[in-house]
């Protein structure tokens, strides 16, 4: 690799980038199977662009960056202008009543993320043989940009363990926070699964099962073609409902779901609970290369144990048998622990204006991080999972 000059630039909309450009820096490894996530791919981005999901009076203003060398896209990320800390689920908004009551102004801000996803996964999007000029060509480029338009700070979120150290060599302040994730350890079946359980929990968890799938009808799990437009209609009404009692309104349009049954139905899996044949409550799940990523669900009845069942075990039955290494669960939900979802970190980068500001978060941060790692420690030792005598290992 030479050292040309490498180019930066902008664009408001992913009509500016060609598609296999963009998939070559951002899911390469698709050519032989999935992506390892769907959610930086150009079909999902540009669902979420096309649906009006962000874009004018959103909050969420495209600016997507693009490193070029020699003519040839090297490097690529989801650039984002926020005029507000929503759809993040990374929460800075300790920063921003800090900034703001300093006399400084903290919105807009730049956000490197998929907007309304808290699934860790590449950020700084590079073409392979790229990883480490593209990755700093982006850092620079978007730390340029901010300062050049007198923006208070930039932020990337849900990137991977090894990008947050990248960037945290470059300069820019690593945050960690937690989530709940399952992890397969090779079950072959969700019986096996319940045998790595204590006692107790394993009778908890079949309890719960039963009496979920007492409500009354049926479960059934849809995904590719299973999936059919009619779908879209139950399960809008519960995103709707869901979406109004926890953010006051959906991020995502009815539009969204019209466009992911064109081109993202592959990449997602439907979880619903039919009686007499009526979707009365529904979990939507995207797909990975190993990983299954819960992400929303609603209900129009409430049946107990039903909420566990359909996002839960499902989730984990769907792993198993696919062979999947892992289902993340979103953010927050400590109710999450009981049923086999362990305590994980998660990353983020962040950039500030104002070096005096930048060096009271770093403090910030810096013990924030030993916080999360203890509280990560202590919650793991409640898991659901049999305590193993270590001397009965040696």
Known sequence: MDGSAIEITTHTTLDRIDAAE???CACSEAHDGRAVDPFTTYRFLKALEDSGSVGAGTG????????????QLIAVAPLYGKSH??????FDHNFAHAFERSGGRYYPKLQIAVPFTPATGRRFLTRPGFDTIGMGALVQGAVQIASDNDLSSLHATFCTEDEA?????????????QQYHWANNGYADWDEFLAALSSR?????????RTAQDFGGEIVPLTGDQIEPHHWDA?????QDTGARKWGQPYLTRRFFDIAQDTLRDDMLLVFALRGGVPVAGALNFIGRDTLYGRYWGCTEHHPCLHFEVCYYQAIDYAIAHGMARVE???????KLARGYLPVTTHSLHWFSDAGFRGAVADYLKAERAAIDEEIEVLTSYGPFKKINVEEQQ
């Open 165 to 177: 150290l990248a960037g945290a060599e470059m300069g820019l302040l690593h945050r960690t926070s």
């Open 235 to 239: 399960f809008w009404t519960f995103y």
């Open 85 to 90: 800390s929503q759809g993040e689920y990374m």
């Open 201 to 209: 929990k394993r009778k908890t968890l079949r309890k719960e099962r």
């Open 60 to 71: 969420w203003d495209p600016h997507y960056l693009a490193a070029r060398q020699d003519g």
């Open 329 to 335: 669960a979103g953010a927050q939900g400590e109710h």
């Open 22 to 24: 963009w998939d070559a």
